[in-house]
């Protein structure tokens, strides 16, 4: 299958050069039993063919072999969309040639006459899988062999430096083909989307819970989100932050539609301010949230709540009050984000696109003390919440939620 790599048919990465194919690799799908690992890959591949949909990526064929999934297309945004696709650890825009040492050394010697300039240094990266009577290291000679002639016959002083080279050509020759590629897009990682069921998010809009939920989604999580709305202590700005994060996220999810609950939850914040303790707003707020969530969950036939809280981050978020929050609720809650710090979860939401929507203003809670509760006692929480008729109090909110397709 020898191909002119200057066919206009072809697709360009990032160095100029017309492409055939979009290589993706993956990581902990591999190590998975077989009968898991196939149904991951097809999940993984159905994933990828979605985000390719949902940016109007033409492609021919997706095929799969062992540890690789082949996207053949003349769109050179493939490499980049595929690599956004959870599961995925890194793609390359490759080109296609015969299995064998000869057509390996032709595309490379083609590719290094124009890639590798007067006075750069090059090298050669070879692999192989499936039957050859070639070794790698076979590859890699004959590979770089061609180049250097080639080059010489250019009037270049060729110089091979395989420690730290100024260009490299990537060799991949499998079972039926070989590829040849210049460059790898890092993949976000994870495990596909959809593997790992569905878990309820609570999303306030601001940078933590976005980015609480994105993590999760890479494990594989489906997501509900779950916004509680305080109004009227809260402005209008939170409610319609909040949702475009949703929609920010919806957007690393193509081929699947969030389920977003809206609920009431000022009227509940009204009766914590009249009745309890004012200092334990915060704390009787998130665990009527998580009340509220873990209806949802059930209905949903979810399997967990996910929160943005992060330990000590703020006055309501410390290890004492984060006990107090759950203390007897059998409710399974997850807390990716328990142990980032500021930086970190800032840079998180700049990579998935919710830093610039979290960051807008949508002033602040009204209903929170002006000395809010830091170290709860867990035992004092559930007295304060027999002042309420917490039951009752989910089963308004609830039957007031709007369910919404963002």
Not at 369 to 372: A, T
Not at 386 to 403: F, G, H, P, R
């Given at each position: 299958m020898?191909?002119?790599?200057?066919d206009?048919?072809?697709?360009?990465s990032?160095?100029?050069?017309?492409?055939d194919v979009v290589?993706?690799?993956?990581g902990e799908?591999?190590?998975?039993?077989?009968?898991?690992r196939?149904w991951?890959?097809?999940?993984?591949?159905k994933?990828?063919a979605?985000?390719?949909?949902?940016r109007?990526?033409?492609?021919s064929?997706?095929?799969?072999?062992w540890?690789?999934i082949?996207?053949e297309t003349?769109?050179?945004?493939?490499s980049e969309?595929?690599?956004d696709v959870?599961?995925?650890?890194?793609t390359?825009?490759?080109?296609?040639?015969?299995?064998n040492?000869e057509?390996a050394?032709e595309t490379?010697?083609?590719l290094?006459?124009?890639?590798?300039m007067?006075?750069e240094s090059?090298?050669?990266?070879?692999?192989?899988s499936?039957?050859?009577p070639?070794?790698s290291?076979?590859?890699?000679?004959?590979?770089g062999d061609?180049?250097?002639?080639?080059?010489?016959?250019?009037g270049?002083?060729?110089?091979?430096d395989?420690?730290?080279?100024d260009k490299?050509?990537f060799v991949e020759i499998r079972q039926?083909?070989?590829?040849?590629?210049?460059?790898?897009v890092?993949?976000?990682?994870g495990?596909?989307l959809g593997t790992q069921?569905?878990?309820v998010?609570?999303?306030s809009g601001?940078?933590d819970?976005?980015?609480?939920?994105?993590?999760?989604?890479?494990?594989?999580?489906?997501i509900t989100p779950?916004?509680?709305?305080?109004s009227?202590?809260a402005?209008?700005a939170?409610r319609?932050?909040?949702?475009?994060?949703i929609r920010?996220?919806q957007?690393?999810?193509?081929?699947?539609?969030?389920?977003?609950?809206?609920?009431?939850?000022g009227p509940?914040l009204?009766?914590?301010?009249e009745?309890?303790?004012?200092k334990?707003?915060?704390?009787?707020?998130?665990?009527m949230?998580y009340?509220?969530a873990?209806?949802?969950?059930?209905?949903?036939?979810?399997?967990?709540?996910?929160t943005g809280s992060?330990?000590?981050?703020?006055?309501?978020?410390?290890?004492?009050n984060m006990?107090?929050e759950i203390?007897q609720l059998a409710?399974?809650i997850y807390?990716p984000?328990?142990s980032f710090?500021?930086t970190?979860?800032?840079?998180i939401?700049?990579?998935i696109g919710?830093?610039?929507?979290s960051?807008r203003?949508?002033?602040s809670c009204?209903?929170v003390?002006?000395?809010?509760e830091?170290?709860?006692?867990?035992d004092?929480i559930v007295?304060?919440e027999?002042?309420?008729?917490?039951?009752?109090?989910?089963?308004?909110?609830?039957?007031?939620?709007?369910?919404l397709?963002?």
């Open positions: 020898k191909r002119d790599y200057l206009s048919e072809s697709s360009y990032r160095y100029g050069v017309k492409t290589i993706v690799r993956y799908l591999a190590l998975k039993s077989p009968g898991v196939n991951y890959e097809k999940i993984l591949m994933n990828i979605a985000m390719l949909d949902s109007d990526i033409p492609y064929l997706m095929r799969r072999e540890g690789r082949f996207i003349t769109d050179p945004r493939a969309a595929a690599a959870f599961g995925v650890v890194s390359s825009p490759a080109l296609i040639t015969e299995p040492l057509g050394a490379c010697a083609l290094g006459k124009d890639l590798i007067e006075g090059f090298a050669i990266r070879a692999r192989r499936g039957n050859h070639f070794s290291t076979d590859i890699g000679k004959t590979c061609a180049v250097w002639n080639e080059l010489e016959k250019e270049q002083n060729p110089r091979v395989l420690s730290s080279p490299e050509i039926n083909l070989a590829y040849i590629f210049l460059e790898t890092k993949g976000v990682g495990l596909p069921g569905n878990m998010v609570l999303i601001g940078l819970s976005p980015v609480a939920a994105w993590l999760m989604m890479k494990r594989g999580v489906m779950v916004y509680c709305n305080n009227p202590y402005e209008d939170a319609e932050r909040a949702f475009d994060c920010q996220l957007k690393w999810a193509p081929g699947y539609q969030f389920t977003t609950y809206e609920i009431p939850h509940n009204r009766s914590f301010i009745t309890c303790n004012r334990n707003t915060c704390l009787l707020c998130k665990r949230m009340r509220e873990y209806e949802v969950m059930k209905k949903e036939k979810a399997s967990g709540i996910i992060s330990l000590g981050q703020v006055a309501s978020q410390t290890a004492a006990h107090a203390y409710i399974p807390h984000l328990i710090d500021k970190e979860i800032m840079d939401a700049r990579k919710t830093y610039d929507i960051s203003q949508a002033g009204g209903a003390p002006e000395r809010p830091i170290g709860a006692n867990y004092l007295l304060e027999k002042k309420l008729d917490s039951e009752t109090m989910v089963s308004n909110a609830l039957k007031a939620a709007k369910i397709k963002l």
